[in-house]
């Protein structure tokens, strides 16, 4: 479900990092990424429709394809507990024939329902000597089962089903542990995401941007937040943080939103109407690549999320050095501890929100202190080149070969 694709080249970049990194350590991947149908004449009144409509069948990515499949979905989740079984009518002949001519031994699905419901099928169905193993991300473990009973049936069964369960948070382990009655304790494991340490390091040239960025805001103290402006991501209560604090003194504060706005109106109208111009700046989205610069150019970073798996962002900021705020959800708490990798916060508290951005305002040691001790723990702990160690051998164990052996995975 989540791959960067032609026309939103920052979704999944997660799952992308992980498949060159498995690559890197010598698995033979292949990717295939389906997505939602298009139908005329959708793609002429929305613009989500048009750009999924634009992307083909299959894409190049550095020399590898990309398979995109069509699936029936409706909006607002309508009917979700079905699309588990559109998906694999949609996948299964297109599968079907890269396994004759590759004969994979895993199918690696990112998301459990519906993505693992459907590797499941296809394993029970097409390719009974293939092994099914499952990435649950927050969505697949939070929202998905809460959209009626017959998702959390899904879901649970599709945990039930699969080979073995890959958690990226605590939280969701816990959740999945609970759901299945602890069926699935002894084929599931908690490994979180990471960080490229080679693309996350600056160039030369990358330097002289972030350098550039410093010298135009020179005399402001730069909050920077990346992701998409979406309530859920804390916008809202971010912008009433920022209102406060420059209402009580704190008039060198500057608030940079990097990301796709799906917020409408919202900022614009409640920067115009709360006189920030001169304080909040919409960065925009940008490509994956350039994030970096843009948290080593923050005096400070922070995510406010009310809810997350275990957020990219997260590894990123604290491996460049960025002074971080979080909120303590979903995975966030089992990679850092507060006051000593970052400051960890509850969600949805404006107040908790200004109270540790003026602490960090006023503690320049406090942040020097932080942005140390984040970048040890991510180069040591948190790399995807761990990540995909740390997958080679639960492939190992799936498959029962010792660590020579190549192995050739389809993610799904």
């Not at 590759?102 to 993505?115: E, G, N």
Request: hydrophobic share 40%; proline share 5%.
């Amino acid at each position: 479900m989540w791959y960067p694709n032609r026309q939103n080249p920052v979704s999944g970049t997660f799952v992308h990092e992980q498949v060159e990194s498995l690559r890197q350590a010598g698995s033979d991947v292949r990717v295939m990424q389906p997505l939602p149908m298009t139908p005329f004449p959708l793609p002429l009144f929305n613009k989500s429709y048009r750009d999924l409509a634009a992307v083909p069948d299959e894409e190049d990515d550095a020399g590898h394809s990309v398979y995109h499949p069509r699936y029936l979905t409706l909006p607002e989740h309508r009917l979700f507990e079905r699309v588990g079984d559109w998906m694999f009518h949609a996948i299964r002949d297109r599968l079907q024939s890269i396994y004759q001519h590759w004969p994979f031994d895993i199918i690696h699905a990112h998301s459990t329902y519906p993505c693992g419901y459907v590797a499941n099928r296809c394993r029970d169905e097409m390719f009974p000597h293939v092994k099914v193993m499952h990435t649950i991300h927050r969505t697949c473990i939070i929202d998905a089962p809460n959209y009626n009973r017959a998702c959390f049936e899904k879901v649970r069964d599709s945990l039930d089903g699969a080979d073995f369960n890959v958690f990226v948070s605590g939280e969701g382990m816990r959740l999945g542990l609970d759901y299945t009655a602890d069926r699935i304790g002894p084929f599931s494991r908690y490994i979180t995401n990471g960080v490229n340490t080679e693309k996350f390091s600056l160039s030369c040239a990358e330097r002289q941007e972030v350098d550039a960025l410093k010298s135009t805001y020179s005399k402001s103290w730069n909050l920077v937040f990346v992701g998409y402006l979406k309530e859920i991501k804390g916008v809202k209560e971010l912008l009433t943080a920022t209102r406060n604090l420059v209402a009580q003194g704190y008039i060198n504060l500057r608030l940079f939103l990097v990301g796709e706005n799906h917020l409408g109106s919202y900022v614009d109208d409640y920067v115009a109407a709360n006189g920030l111009q001169n304080v909040v700046v919409q960065v925009g989205a940008v490509p994956h690549q350039r994030v970096k610069i843009w948290m080593r150019f923050a005096s400070t970073f922070i995510l406010p999320s009310h809810s997350e798996g275990t957020p990219t962002v997260l590894f990123e900021a604290l491996f460049v050095g960025a002074p971080s705020i979080f909120t303590r959800v979903g995975g966030v708490g089992d990679v850092g501890s507060d006051q000593q990798e970052a400051l960890l916060i509850p969600p949805r508290s404006v107040a908790a929100i200004e109270q540790a951005i003026a602490t960090l305002m006023n503690d320049p040691l406090l942040c020097r202190e932080l942005a140390a001790r984040g970048n040890e723990l991510i180069k040591n702990k948190f790399t995807w080149a761990l990540n995909a160690q740390a997958h080679l051998h639960v492939y190992q164990r799936l498959l029962g070969l010792g660590f020579a052996r190549r192995k050739d995975v389809e993610l799904a």
